[in-house]
DNA sequence: ATTGAAAAGTGTGCGGG
DNA sequence: CCCGCACACTTTTCAAT
């Protein structure tokens, strides 16, 4: 299904979303064209979901940046799912197996901001902070 | 530091990296070129850090996406950082406080690829596997 | 900092191997 | 599946405000 011309392509774009066509093609090496018709496929099929950025959190101010694990209680996932659009401090949201439901990626200001986030989040369940100290990869 | 015009600029690029200064520009109001010279100021800050990209890794034949936290074994965090570019699997890990040291999301294609993975991952210290059901946010 | 304008480069749609 | 062409749009550079 996926060839090595279309893996090729993909490592490209995670490197660089930006790149153009012709870019992507010379290092291939492949056309434009056919580097855009095999791009278009890969978004219909969405092996592509989107294209993203990356950006430094503390360069913007958010000195702190946590994983927070949490176990809901009994009967708050709905309530708990129908909140995350309304904190931005959430960059991401995974449930998975485990003693906790939720894990999550939360960027914030300094230690107080952590403090009066923690406490809204014990309204749903108990949570589990991991700050992030580096990333290796 | 960062103005609203800035926020904006990010948060659009966040949902489509491969936006042109153009369209940025529509949404904002703002002319291609002041975008561009602010998007340029942004990287050279590197506040945006990269361009990138969100795959389907089940859809390229990859079922299983896990959270593999790992306590590490004394003396182990060196060996285990050189061995981190060998792993295609390791798609992101990070150093993070708490029990466990270090935190990977690890995409594999079944059951048994987690196995022999988690097989190889004892040599450095002792993981914790959460399987990932679905992205909330 | 923002802009518009000209030149170079790219995306898009389509025809054909 | 791959390629090239034509045309519209975008990026890039630059001078002016």
Redesign the interface.
């Known amino acids: ?2 060839d090595k011309i279309d893996l090729k392509i ?1 490592e490209v ?6 790149a153009s066509f012709v870019e992507i093609g010379k290092l291939i090496p492949l056309s434009a064209s056919s580097v855009r018709e095999r791009i278009q496929k890969l978004e219909e ?12 959190y503390s ?3 958010y000195g702190l940046e946590v ?1 927070i694990m949490i176990k809901l209680f009994s009967g708050k996932l709905e309530s708990f ?1 129908a909140a ?2 309304s904190f931005p401090e ?9 003693s ?1 439901n ?2 999550m990626k939360v960027v914030l200001k300094d230690q107080l901001h952590l403090q009066r986030f923690i406490d809204m989040l014990i309204k749903y369940g108990e949570p ?1 902070t ?8």
């Open positions: 299904m996926l993909i774009l995670h490197q660089n979303s930006r099929l969405e092996i592509i979901k989107a294209y993203t950025l990356k950006v430094d360069k913007m101010g994983f799912m995350l659009d959430i960059k991401r949201a995974i449930r998975i197996t485990g906790h939720i894990h589990t991991q700050l992030i100290l580096s990333e290796l990869k």
